[in-house]
């Protein structure tokens, strides 16, 4: 089984800047299923659905919502088994709790990580 742990959360003013990272564990298998599928961060807030903030194929190919364009950025080092999330220009509604997982067919998702941007 596939563990994923995100870290890197806090809190911060608005304007600033966050690192997220996702390290992905576990089953022998690990190194395959993260470097073969498109993965992506997601974020939730209490009572509402989770929504996908970004994603990033197995050759790296990136998309994003339109709410983060041009202040996020993803990335991975498939041999380090990590997905990243650079996030700049934060704004109070980015407020959330974010996790990562693979863009379709979820694993077990992890504890997830919290970021507070105040204003």
């Known amino acids: 089984q596939v563990q994923l742990v995100e870290s890197g959360g806090g809190l911060v003013q608005a304007g600033g800047s966050l690192r997220l990272s996702c390290a992905a564990s576990?089953?022998?298998?690990?190194?395959?299923?993260?470097?073969?599928?498109?993965m992506g961060w997601y974020r939730q807030a209490p009572g509402k659905q989770r929504e996908l903030v970004a994603a990033?194929?197995?050759?790296?190919?990136?998309k994003y919502a339109d709410s983060v364009k041009g202040r996020f950025t993803i990335s991975r080092d498939n041999a380090k088994k990590t997905m990243y999330l650079q996030m700049n220009s934060l704004k109070p509604e980015d407020t959330d709790v974010y996790y990562c997982n693979r863009e379709n067919s979820y694993l077990p998702w992890g504890p997830g990580t919290q970021v507070t941007v105040s204003s």
């Open positions: 990033i194929t197995s050759d790296g190919s990136t």
């Open positions: 576990g089953s022998i298998l690990v190194s395959h299923i993260f470097s073969y599928n498109a």
